[in-house]
Nanobody, 113 residues
């Protein structure tokens, strides 16, 4: 069974930074594409960033230039570095093992002064 555990969320002021992590177990992490999604209150869940086994990434236009996704296969962990955060980035952030379809439990990110 795949388990994904996110960490790193919290409250940050506009313009600040956070780094989210997602530790995976029970999956063939190194060969799986991984994604970060977010869901703001009253909105649909949306893809923020994805990283493939090739190392290629796909970043949503709304966060391009501010967010970076990376992975450490030795640690079975995927990261989301979020810089220049805006209030509209406030959401619950989820990681997903795209191949298996498993989701993490989510971590809250709140951007507010």
């Amino acid at each position: 069974q795949v388990q994904l555990v996110e960490a790193g969320g919290g409250l940050v002021q506009p313009g600040g930074s956070l780094r989210l992590s997602c530790a995976a177990s029970g999956s063939l992490f190194s060969i799986n594409a991984m994604g970060w999604y977010r869901q703001a209150a009253g909105k649909q869940r949306e893809l923020v960033a994805a990283i493939f086994t090739s190392g290629n990434t796909n970043i949503a236009d709304s966060v391009k230039g501010r967010f970076t996704i990376s992975r450490d296969n030795a640690k079975n962990t995927v990261y989301l570095q979020m810089n220049s955060l805006k209030p509209e980035d406030t959401a619950v952030y989820y990681c997903k093992d795209i191949r298996s379809g498993y989701w993490g439990q989510g971590t809250q990110v709140t951007v507010s002064s």
